[in-house]
């Protein structure tokens, strides 16, 4: 999920090189914690969050298969 993430994040942004995801891992779920550069905040959320909400869509769609709940944050 984390290779994923990093993947579609550096996709999107303008500085690939600060792309940072950190995985947390719970008994039941999955914390995903993206950081990217301020200026490219923007362009992860999207206008009033539809990029977010896809990402997150597309990350519990693929962690369907690991029979747990994958968490998505966008950090600063």
């Known amino acids: 999920m984390k290779q994923l993430l ?6 999107l942004v303008d500085h ?8 947390i891992n719970g008994e039941r ?17 999207g206008k009033q969050g539809r990029i977010a ?4 869509t597309v990350i519990s769609a693929a ?3 690991a029979n747990k ?3 998505v944050e966008i950090v600063q």
């Open 6 to 11: 990093e993947h579609i994040a550096r996709a």
């Open 16 to 23: 690939p090189d600060q792309v940072e995801v950190r995985q």
């Open 29 to 45: 779920s999955i914390l995903l914690e993206l950081k990217v550069a301020p200026e490219d905040m923007g362009k992860v959320i």
């Open 53 to 56: 909400k896809s990402i997150r």
């Open 63 to 65: 962690a369907m298969g």
């Open 69 to 71: 709940r994958v968490m």
